[in-house]
């Protein structure tokens, strides 16, 4: 924009800022008198704090009559330019302008409004123990539950501007003495390259600057919880946090940080690795049963053992549909149930619920269009697929059933054997940010696999993961040193 | 020569050897043995990978010399342009029909057992979609997978151990039966299933390290898979008496066919699945291999753009390929071309390449 100096005459002025914001109902003016000067003060009524601008601006300016008025004014964030141009957009982002008569220079001084909801627990990522506060849609309230609980010097805030009209705020956090330079350099250079008008969610953030946009995985997460986002950054991992919303984006990531989950860490080892298997059986139970069941009545039911193959067929021989019509039957009333239940309000719910579930299920086999087994496979894969703690993975899981299910309808156990192939080749071909997506397992690192599919006790984990390339590796040496106490002593 | 992103460590060069090692022979391999050596078939598959060791050991004198080369950029230093890009093309072809016969080997195996009426070049189509999918990646991303998939082996190794439930030793004596002209030969016969290592040649250059390093890698590699097929063939030989094995074509799914959990009563349906994964491998390996070179010959050294036609030349090779007749010939033929181009052409070049003083360049 070109650059436009401020003019002498107030009244001139004035009427720049009002063309310029098109005489939008909420610009409001004060006229002020200070040094014997005749001023005006702008600002956005819906977005300033008409009580700040009273204490901070007007009252001081009132009092004194005379003087500096950058030594009078006592707000924090003051700013002195000369450029008329520049105006609108700071009234738009909360400030007041204040200017004089006779001086060719505008004062900017923040005072926006801060109306931001109280900090609570996030709804979909509840934990049985550890902490209960969440990120809410205040970015500064965001980034000081992050720096609270990594009181660090180390740890570097970098903002940034996305969206060409509507400008939404982000910050990017990383450990300096942790990350990969590389990394923070590739993500500053794609975060400064996104062009678009608006970027509404970390949704379109996520979209814009991950590798491969046409895979089915989700390559990025999303947190609301911030020791989720601390026990990445200190893996040496950047974390963005967008103003607007409450969700922090994580990456880089592998596969297996989408079923880690705060309370791994929370509760004793042998019971975290437990769940955290639970967690990826559940992952292939989901993605695996339907397709398995499929191959095996369709083409090799005789690996069943005798009795349960009549009970099976027994109940399989009254359905007039192949089973793979019967199984993608059931799974789209289930996602339609599913889509129901979120956008209902929750006294309704249960309404779905007994629809769905008693009503749907049970006649649905009474009538003999689907058959019981088939009602325990699909409802397995849906209980299944619900237990990654992260609803990316989760959709991810139950999507990619589907093509598996049509390949063991046309190939049997060798079809599923082949899906399997084609997305193990997959996910040992992703890459974000320079990380393999499916580390410590593609590439194999054996050390890292000790919080892969377990987690070991805490204090053998003393090395961070490889996958983000941390500067440093070791974490701690020893952290049960008073083993090594003499007990003999006195 | 090679960038930074495209390198592999020497334990994923290892890795690479095995996965382009292990085929579709694994399954008829001690049926063949037996029909030969008798009792000791598994010595002649002792004997044959130690044969392998050595070619081993002169592909990897011959690449060493040209460390930052594949074959098809070598081949024009030592014997000349004209001769070496012929040569080149020669390779490509051995390659490809290899990767024809593995797939239409495949084909008839899978048609036999599990699908019966699934049409064949369907099977072909879905095998060779997925390969092509590995394939048009780099050596790297390869080299992941094929680390991952070597579970697959112990795995199949772990089911074969089951069929020890009916074991029978006295079956395999007297060990020394077929007398040991026979052992010889039968190990010539067991060259074969194990014919992989020419991998070596196009990705050597590609492994991180020393020289002697790498040689290690290749050489365990093919060790692991010379125990691999000994283990299947010596418990093949005392599950089946000697009597029953020429009727038994492919063994170790019989053997696992007649032996069922509570639960799972046909425990060889889940070897065929893990076997299909090595396959698919396999074949991913030499379709890597072909394609590298029309990507060294028609597109500045990206092979991306070659694998769909390499592809679709393996294809139709395999398709060909369905009368009894016509797969004799394509064994023999393959044989031939085994001795030419995986032990007679390097040691002739070899020996060449030595006394002209050939090197980098």
């Not at chain 1, 049985?128 to 965001?142: K, M, P, Q, S, Y």
């Not at chain 1, 088939?374 to 899981?397: D, W």
């Not at chain 2, 990206?302 to 369905?322: G, P, R, S, T, W």
């Amino acid at each position: 924009m070109m650059e436009i100096s401020v003019s002498l005459s107030l009244q001139k002025n004035k009427e720049h800022i009002q063309n310029q914001l098109f005489h939008s109902s909420d610009l409001k003016w004060r006229s002020i008198r200070f040094n014997q000067l005749e001023g005006l003060i702008f600002f956005l009524e819906s977005l300033s704090d008409q009580q700040r601008i009273q204490k901070e601006i007007i009252q001081p300016l009132e009092e004194t009559k005379v003087g500096t008025v950058d030594e009078i004014i006592v707000s924090v964030g003051i700013e002195r330019i000369s450029d008329l141009s520049r105006l609108p957009q700071a009234l738009v982002q909360g400030n007041c302008v204040l200017l004089f008569e006779g001086i060719e220079e505008a004062l900017i001084v923040g005072v926006a409004a801060d109306y931001k909801r109280s900090i609570s627990e996030p709804v979909n990522e509840g934990v049985v123990r550890g902490a209960h506060d969440g990120f809410i849609e205040h970015l500064i309230t965001n980034l000081y539950l992050i720096r609270k609980r990594i009181e660090d010097p180390d740890l570097v805030v970098r903002y940034y501007e996305a969206g060409e009209a509507a400008k939404t705020k982000l910050a990017l956090l990383y450990m300096h003495d942790l990350v990969n330079p590389d990394l923070v350099k590739e993500v500053d250079r794609r975060l400064g390259s996104i062009a678009m008008d608006t970027t509404i969610s970390p949704g379109f953030i996520a979209e814009l600057i991950e590798d491969n946009p046409f895979s089915l995985f989700p390559q990025i997460l999303f947190t609301e919880r911030p020791d989720r986002a601390v026990a990445h950054l200190m893996e040496g991992r950047v974390v963005l946090v967008t103003d607007g919303d409450p969700n922090a984006l994580i990456l880089p990531v592998t596969f297996f940080a989408f079923f880690q989950s705060p309370d791994d860490y929370h509760s004793r080892w042998i019971a975290g690795s437990f769940t955290r298997m639970i967690r990826l059986m559940s992952f292939i139970t989901a993605t695996l049963v339907p397709a398995l069941y499929i191959a095996i009545v369709g083409f090799h039911p005789e690996i069943l053992p005798s009795n349960l193959i009549f009970t099976v067929k027994s109940s399989i021989d009254r359905v007039p549909f192949p089973p793979i019509v019967e199984a993608l039957l059931m799974q789209i009333i289930l996602e339609v149930l599913r889509e129901a239940g979120i956008r209902l309000p929750s006294r309704v719910g249960q309404t779905i619920g007994i629809v769905g579930g008693l009503v749907i299920g049970d006649a649905v086999v009474r009538a003999g269009f689907v058959s019981y087994p088939m009602v325990i496979v699909v409802a397995l894969t849906a209980i299944s697929s619900f237990v990654a703690p992260s609803n990316e993975i989760s959709t991810a899981t139950r999507i990619l059933g589907f093509p598996l299910m049509i390949l063991s309808a046309l190939f049997g156990l060798i079809g599923i054997t082949y899906g399997l192939l084609f997305i193990l080749i997959h996910l040992c071909k992703l890459e974000t940010f320079g990380t393999a997506y499916f580390a410590p397992v593609m590439p194999l690192r054996i050390k890292d696999l000790k919080d892969t599919f377990v987690r070991f006790p805490i204090w053998r984990l003393n090395q961070r993961p490889h996958d983000p390339h941390p500067k440093r590796l070791n974490q701690e040496k020893y952290s049960r040193g008073w083993e090594n106490d003499d007990p003999g002593k006195e | 020569m090679i960038p930074e992103k495209n390198r592999i460590t020497q334990g994923q060069l290892m890795f690479f050897v095995m996965q382009s090692q292990v085929g579709v022979g694994i399954l008829s391999l001690p049926h063949k043995m037996q029909a030969i050596s008798k009792g000791a078939g598994w010595i002649s598959t002792l004997i044959a990978g130690l044969a392998v060791q050595v070619v081993i050991l002169i592909l990897w004198a011959l690449c060493r010399r040209f460390p930052s080369d594949t074959i098809f950029s070598f081949l024009p230093k030592i014997t000349g342009n004209l001769l070496g890009n012929l040569l080149g093309f020669a390779y490509i072809g051995y390659f490809l029909f290899f990767t024809g016969t593995l797939l239409s080997k495949f084909a008839d195996i899978t048609g036999k057992w599990v699908l019966l009426t699934t049409p064949r070049w369907a099977l072909l189509i879905l095998t060779l979609l997925t390969c092509i999918y590995l394939a048009k990646e780099n050596v790297r991303v390869m080299a992941r997978m094929f680390v991952i998939s070597s579970l697959t082996i112990i795995v199949m190794v772990i089911l074969s151990l089951f069929g020890y439930t009916n074991a029978n030793f006295s079956y395999m004596f007297p060990i020394l039966e077929a007398g040991w002209w026979k052992i010889i030969k039968g190990a010539n016969e067991a060259l074969f299933p194990l014919v992989g290592y020419e991998v070596l040649l196009v990705i050597y250059s590609f492994g991180e390290g020393k020289e002697g390093g790498k040689l290690k890698a290749a050489s365990l590699g093919n060790m692991v898979i010379t125990l691999f097929y000994a283990f299947e063939v010596f418990t093949c030989l005392v599950i089946f008496s000697p009597g029953v094995m020429p009727f038994v074509s492919e063994p170790p799914l019989y053997m696992l066919k007649g032996f069922s959990f509570q639960i799972i009563q046909r425990i060889d349906l889940i070897f065929f699945s893990l076997w299909i994964f090595i396959v698919g491998t396999a074949t991913s390996s030499w379709l890597y291999m072909s394609s590298a070179g029309f990507g060294h010959f028609f597109h500045r050294g990206d092979h991306k753009k070659a694998v769909l036609y390499a592809a679709l030349i393996v294809f139709i090779l395999a398709m060909i390929a369905q009368d009894p007749a016509i797969t004799d010939l394509y064994d023999r033929i393959l044989k031939t071309a085994h001795y030419t181009f995986a032990i007679g052409l390097p040691l002739i070049l070899l020996i060449f390449s030595y006394f002209s003083g050939t090197r980098r360049a």
